[in-house]
């Protein structure tokens, strides 16, 4: 059981460049996340997803889109990198059941825009 | 707009001290708290309090919710090294998709 993963862990891009980052999960959970993290910042919803096939805006979406195709994967894409998008970013599942809040975080993705 | 504030922004204690770390929030709807550690990657989950459990207890740490006064605190007693980490409070709110809006954390370091 390996929880979620991400891939890559260490990303350098170009200005203007393209990239996606996988997420991957292995509990069934239905609930899945993408945030960015920045110094002094602490964790930003760029988008999230309820369900295969569907995704929704979180707080900072711009820049960034992402898909669904598969209940266990989430991917997260950067159509031109800008350098404001330099950042550490999360992915995170979470079950869908009542009364369970709790997300489980990859061990995130290093990104450095030059 | 919903807002999640947490102080003191850092923190640097000896082995041995108790610290008390501070949330408040201003959301939408609350229904859950939650309490995460974050070393060096992934947070990792430490307590989630609602109306029904404002008050968890694990080994030396340990959490309270105030409702009325919209804030959260964590504790941690006799704080050892391995204590140091970013804590961040989140705060889950009814009718979303489970999201949480995330506070800045509170870097705590714990010196030898």
């Known amino acids: 059981n390996a929880g979620v993963t991400q891939t890559p862990k260490f990303r350098v891009l170009k200005t203007g460049q393209s990239m996606t980052l996988l997420c991957a999960q292995d509990m069934n959970h239905e609930y899945m996340y993408w945030y960015r993290q920045d110094p002094g910042m602490g964790l930003r919803l760029i988008h999230y997803?309820?369900?295969?096939?569907?995704?929704a805006k979180g707080e900072v979406p711009d820049g960034y889109n992402v898909s669904r195709l598969k209940k266990q994967n989430f991917l997260l894409g950067l159509e031109s990198a800008a350098p404001s998008q330099t950042s550490v970013y999360f992915c995170?599942?979470?079950?869908?059941?009542?009364?369970?809040?709790?997300?489980?975080f990859g061990p995130g993705t290093r990104l450095l825009v030059l | 707009e919903d807002k999640v504030v947490q102080s003191p922004l850092s923190l640097v204690v000896h082995e041995g001290d108790t610290v008390t770390l501070n949330c408040s929030y201003e959301?939408?709807?609350?229904?859950?708290l939650l309490w995460y550690k974050q070393e060096k990657k992934a947070p990792t989950f430490l307590f989630m309090l609602t109306s029904s459990g404002i008050e968890k207890k694990s080994g030396r740490l340990s959490s309270i919710l105030d409702k009325k006064e919209l804030s959260s605190i964590l504790n941690i007693t006799a704080t050892q090294t391995g204590d140091s980490a970013i804590y961040l409070c989140?705060?889950?709110?009814?009718?979303?998709?489970?999201?949480?809006?995330f506070g800045s954390g509170t870097q705590l370091t714990v010196l030898p």
């Open positions: 997803s309820v369900g295969e096939g569907t995704t």
């Open positions: 995170a599942s979470s079950y869908s059941g009542a009364g369970v809040e709790t997300q489980y």
């Open positions: 959301v939408t709807n609350f229904r859950s």
């Open positions: 989140a705060v889950g709110f009814s009718g979303s998709a489970r999201q949480l809006t």
